[in-house]
């Protein structure tokens, strides 16, 4: 009987060393991941980001019936990070073409609109794609928040999320969850956008997508 009390507080014991070791774990790795961020060194598109003016780029019209030949179709959806307290302002995100170097500047939330989320669809010419930075305003304060995977190099496929556009083909580019500062996250939630596209864009062969979400 006392071999069995003692075998359980013993047990006890372990488990809340165990427990206690796992949790400092958790905290360590947490802060290492916060260090490593504030740590955070400039990539080569942080120091040469483009030219300082970049007009946004046309959308992709309903009325069109056929893809084009030179161009790819994306389409997505873009979470926005203010709400209702962005104004009513728009909110861009700046993609460069790497193959051609040009730079793209893409309306994600459309002005004096304030839903959560909302879609997008451009054509744009084909070649490898990286994200910039993402352009927000509240009120009147406006910020450019660079578009970054938590880690340093000087290879852009490891700092930077790319996605291929490839000409006469449509793309799913995934949801754009920008609603966190620094952590964007690209989801594939075709299924549940291509029911809005269906009926806004009913020319585009959203069956025939290539899903080529930013990574």
Known sequence: MLFTSFFRI???????IFTQRTQAQSQIQRLEQELELVQMLPDSLDEHPGPLVVLPSATWGSSHKALPPDKGILYGS???RLGF?????GQYVRVVNLDT????????????RSRRENPFCYALPPGHYALINYEFAGGIQSSVESI???????????????FTVRPGQLHYVGTWDFSQEFDPRFLDEKFTLDLVFQQKYPHLPLNQAQIVLPH
């Open 101 to 112: 170097r040009q730079y793209f500047r893409l309306n994600v939330k459309p002005i004096v």
């Open 85 to 89: 307290s962005s104004g009513g302002l």
């Open 148 to 162: 970054r995977k938590h880690r340093n190099s000087q290879t852009l496929n490891r700092t930077r999320y790319l």
């Open 10 to 16: 013993a047990l006890l014991v372990g488990v809340c």
């Open 78 to 80: 873009c979470v926005q």
